[in-house]
Structures are given as structure tokens and as C-alpha cells.
């Protein structure tokens, strides 16, 4: 996808400082964009739909958590911006299962003002 915009979070800070996962790394998680290109076999997607990828990144759906429908206790889970880069470049691979579509009507994501 390509990133239009993507949260700040402390697991960011931790990511850079190398606390939170191997380093290299590229943080960032709650992204928002626009599919650019989509992988063989992907049939929910398809370029040009705007998408949004938060902090679960995805399951194997292999070990036994995913077997009995525990996702987010998957031993092999993908964490966006701590066990897979994250939204702070340019572009984003992402499995496509913790991907969600953003609401058509929406303009295009814009930073938030801090006080």
C-alpha cells in the first residue's frame, strides 16, 4: 500500500530505540493508505481502494492459538511496525487478512494538531 498517513504511539519510540523488536526496523502502526499492487491469490483487493492496517498485522493460522480461533494469541503473530515494518515509509507490505477498507467518503487522512 502506499502510506498516506500512520499513527504515532510510544511502540514507535520503542521500536527506534530497539526495545521492542530487532533492529532494523521501520515503526509505525495504525496506517492509513491506498493499495498500490495486490499478491497472487488476493481477491479482496484490488489497487486504487483506500485501506487502513492497525496494530495486529496478521496470524499464521497454523499453530494451535489460530486452530482454535485465538488469532491474537498466535505464536507467530505479525505486529505491524514491531515484528514486520511499519507505516513510517513510503509503502507498506501487509498480509491482506488484517487489512480493513477505509470509508469511501472519508478525505484523505490528515495529521491530527497536538496542543
Known amino acids: 500500500m502506499r502510506v498516506a498517513a500512520c499513527g ?24 492509513a493508505g491506498v493499495v498500490e499492487a495486490v499478491g497472487e491469490g488476493v481477491t479482496q483487493w484490488t489497487p486504487g481502494q483506500r485501506v ?5 498485522g496478521g496470524a499464521d493460522h497454523t499453530c494451535d ?9 498466535c505464536l507467530n503473530m505479525c505486529i505491524t ?14 498480509p491482506a487478512d488484517p487489512a480493513r477498507r477505509r470509508q469511501c467518503g472519508a478525505g ?7 496542543p
Open 52 to 56: 487502513g492496517v492497525g496494530w495486529f
Open 8 to 31: 504515532v504511539c510510544h511502540s514507535g519510540a520503542m521500536t527506534e530505540e530497539g526495545l521492542a523488536s530487532s533492529c532494523p526496523r521501520v515503526p509505525g502502526h495504525e496506517v
Open 108 to 114: 484523505p487522512p490528515s495529521p491530527t494538531p497536538q
Open 81 to 94: 511496525g514491531l515484528t514486520d515494518d511499519g507505516g513510517y515509509a513510503d509503502y507498506l507490505v501487509s
Open 65 to 73: 492459538p489460530c486452530r482454535r480461533g485465538d488469532f491474537i494469541s
